[in-house]
């Protein structure tokens, strides 16, 4: 390990030594400073990176029994018992990186590539759309930065201006190449939710080694990319760690440390973060034998731990994972999923070429599949885009989020919006069981709210059964 590393943000020699300290120390079976370290975490104000490692390490079946029941304690404390559901929509795969662990890198010459037109654009959207979608995250592979920009803007024009009988997507986040101040500013004047941009390791050496060319092959203008977004006017931000590439542990030891510097320059932690593991993509032999892989058992350790350690923030997984896992993983914090996705530009309305996916999908489930399943976990699913509208972004988000006020605000625009979809998509079998779990959850009190709220509640859903849409708090 190189020990002397250090960066304005990330400090790999503090991270290294963290970890050598944990590991001569063993606190697995040490009941007592774990069941402090839970209770410290229901206070919902994070945890320590040395907490962080204890809980990683965990090995005692009963005590990971309860880190899992921990993090679903603090979870729906904060957001209720909504998932939020998005898709994500490829609009290009050419790419000028080159990043050995991607099927979109440049020198994969057998891959078809593909840039949507914009009429394609509108065409997919209505697919999306017409299955049930009001949330779209806006994905293109990153070209030549400038350009880049005005084809995504473009496209988020015409995904915006797409209104079918069955209604329109209400906000689009993005997933693009890190962009200038200036380029921000442009990006924010468009009215999108949140931007999303991966460091994908932070480990120096490692990101040299498996991003060899191409603008994402600068650390430093990647890693800077979060500031800029801010600076530029951007509210909220999407992070996230492609697990495989380097040892976990320090990865989410320098994801925090990002955070607490975000928190500490700008009052604003990442609104979400993605947690997705490598998985096969054509042509990258990277990708089909990780460096570092991360067993079903660890990840679900990462997923539970980082609910604990930024319980605030948005956890998304992606469908790289199975429907199993992603199942399990909605009681160990996860807050937010991909249903129905695509990782093709054109894929929703044309035939599936692996030679034109970035990567390979595990979970291949409908949307109507991922909802039924939702719903019979007792949770709600939720396609709620209210905040963005209300103004409820950045540090006012975090305002309400940090204290686990927001769910006051989740949980009535989750029924809402599920009830829109019971409506105008569900078939009997989900309408049935959709209505029952929307009534238990207004007579449980889990938002306790007084007779009055909850009578309202009944009525707004009223009017949604009888023609009204879009009504959100």
């Known amino acids: 390990m190189n020990m002397n590393v250090k960066t304005g943000i990330i400090n790999e020699s503090e991270i290294f030594k963290k970890i050598n300290s944990s590991c001569d120390k063993n606190f697995q079976n040490d009941r007592n400073y774990i069941e402090e370290i839970f209770a410290k975490a229901k206070e919902l104000n994070g945890i320590t990176p040395e907490q962080v490692l204890s809980l990683l390490q ?38 000028y990186n080159e990043c050995l662990y991607c099927a979109f890198r440049s020198s994969n010459t057998n891959l078809h590539r593909k840039k949507l037109s914009q009429k394609e654009i509108i065409t997919e959207t209505k697919h999306l759309i017409n299955d049930g979608h009001k949330r779209l995250l806006l994905v293109a592979a990153e070209d030549n930065s400038e350009q880049g920009l005005d084809y995504m803007l473009e496209s988020i024009a015409s995904v915006y201006s797409v ?3 069955k209604g329109s997507i209400r906000r689009i986040n993005v997933n693009m190449a890190p962009l200038s101040m200036e380029g921000f500013k442009k990006l924010g004047e468009c009215k999108i939710g949140t931007y999303q941009i991966f460091q994908e390791t932070y480990h120096q050496e490692t990101y040299k080694q498996n991003h060899l060319r191409g603008h994402k092959s600068n650390y430093q203008y990647r890693l800077q990319a979060m500031d800029r977004a801010l600076a530029g006017g951007i509210h909220d931000l999407g992070m996230g760690i492609l697990f495989g590439l380097y040892d976990y542990r320090f990865e989410i030891l320098a994801l925090l440390k990002h955070v607490e510097y975000l928190e500490k320059n700008f009052a ?29 058992e660890i990840f679900k350790k990462i997923i539970a731990v980082l609910r604990l350690a930024v319980p605030y923030t948005g956890l998304i997984l992606s469908t790289r994972e199975s429907g199993t896992l992603r199942k399990d993983a909605l009681d160990l914090g996860i807050s937010q999923i991909s249903a129905g996705s695509k990782t093709n530009p054109g894929g929703y309305t044309s035939n599936v070429e692996e030679k034109e996916e970035q990567f390979s999908l595990s979970d291949k489930r409908s949307i109507l599949e991922v909802i039924k399943d939702i719903v019979s976990d007792g949770y709600i699913p939720s396609f709620c885009t209210g905040c963005y509208r209300m103004g409820r972004v950045g540090a006012d988000f975090m305002e309400l989020a940090k204290p686990g006020l927001i ?4 949980t009535p625009n989750a029924m809402f919006t599920f009830k829109e979809y019971l409506e105008d998509f569900a078939d009997n079998d989900l309408k049935f069981r959709g209505e029952k779990v929307i009534s238990e959850i207004i007579e449980s009190n889990i938002m306790g709210e007084s007779l009055t709220f909850k009578n309202n509640l009944k009525i707004k859903l009223q009017e949604i059964a009888n023609g009204t849409r879009d009504i959100y708090y």
Do not use: Q, W
Not at 75 to 81: E, F, L, M, P, Q
Not at 279 to 285: D, K, L, V
């Open 58 to 95: 965990l090995k005692d079946n009963d005590l990971i029994g309860e880190l899992y029941n921990t993090a679903k304690e603090v979870k729906d404390t904060i957001y209720g018992k909504r998932i939020v559901l998005f898709a994500p929509l490829y609009i290009s795969n050419i790419c």
């Open 268 to 296: 604003v932690g990442p609104h979400t973060l993605s947690v997705p593991r490598i998985e096969p993509a054509f042509g990258s032999e990277v990708s089909m034998n990780p460096p570092y892989p991360v067993s079903d």
């Open 163 to 165: 209104t079918t009988d």
């Open 407 to 410: 769910h006051k605000h989740c």
